[in-house]
């Protein structure tokens, strides 16, 4: 299975490294979300899925092509696949001319027999923000709720983000499977595993502090016992005065596993939105 899914992969990464982006489209689903470094909100659908590569199409070549540590885990009809990714321009002679450094989160379904991405994103190894950004933002007019898988998985990560906004970062490790791996805007490599985790939050612990968090256009993936959970997030701190001092934009991937009747954390992968390599 693991083979399977990471082959679908590899063949389709060598056609988009020669300029064709139609393998990717060809083995997404129709409910396809899509996070790229480009992008100010996600992709939603195969539709606005093709029409977004159909413009990349032909624009994008390079030779060098090295998938680091991939790892899948298979839960029934789902798959997560992880990795980091060096892309490569060569000269004539091999001489490099130029890398770029990845962090990548596929999440197949099988749908109807066939292995089908619902969920991508992608983002730089050691990020920095964009010195200006404008994002579209909805605003809601009115309380809002999360019901079913969504609302389970929304209330404990809302939860550990509580904690996490006042310098706690132990609620996301309460929440994480001993297996969890891990991308944020400063990890050089993936972290692998919930011991590892731990090392790197007890360097963050009482460091993070921020006023207000908004969760925005949350939004949940199922099958069967594995949730994709995938939204935008601000942090912001605000003035004395209650005026907002300044804000930092984020995508954030959770891909939640239930496991002993309880949801937990297999994969996090947390982006600037529009964030550039260092």
């Not at 404008?134 to 990560?157: D, F, N, Q």
């Not at 609620?171 to 990890?187: K, L, N, R």
Request: aromatic letters at 12%; hydrophobic letters at 40%.
């Amino acid at each position: 299975m693991n083979e399977a899914i990471l082959s679908l992969e590899k063949g389709a990464m060598e056609r988009w490294r020669n300029g064709d982006p139609w393998a990717f489209v060809e083995i997404s689903a129709q409910d396809i979300t899509y996070v790229d470094p480009s992008l100010t909100q996600p992709i939603l659908g195969l539709d606005e899925y093709q029409a977004y590569m159909k413009q990349l199409e032909g624009k994008i070549r390079y030779q060098g092509s090295e998938f680091i540590d991939p790892r899948v885990a298979v839960a029934g009809d789902a798959a997560l696949l992880s990795y980091n990714y060096r892309s490569s321009a060569l000269s004539s002679e091999g001489a490099i001319l130029g890398q770029t450094l990845w962090n990548a989160t596929e999440v197949y379904f099988r749908r109807d027999g066939q292995w089908k991405i619902v969920h991508t994103h992608w983002s730089f190894v050691l990020q920095q923000l964009p010195k200006r950004l404008e994002i579209p933002i909805p605003v809601p007019l009115s309380p809002k709720e999360y019901h079913g898988t969504l609302g389970e998985i929304m209330a404990l990560e809302s939860a550990a983000m509580e904690r996490w906004r006042q310098g706690d970062p132990w609620g996301f490790i309460e929440i994480s499977a001993p297996e969890v791996t891990y991308f944020d805007t400063g990890t050089p490599q993936r972290i692998n595993g919930r011991v590892a985790l731990k090392a790197e939050y007890a360097q963050r612990e009482g460091k993070i502090f921020f006023d207000a968090m908004d969760f925005i256009d949350p939004r949940v993936q199922v099958s069967g016992e594995l949730a994709v959970l995938a939204y935008r997030f601000l942090d912001t701190w605000l003035n004395r005065d209650g005026s907002v001092s300044h804000r930092i934009p984020w995508n954030c991937t959770e891909v939640f596993r239930r496991m002993d009747d309880r949801w937990r954390i297999i994969h996090t992968h947390w982006s600037y939105i529009k964030g550039k390599r260092r």
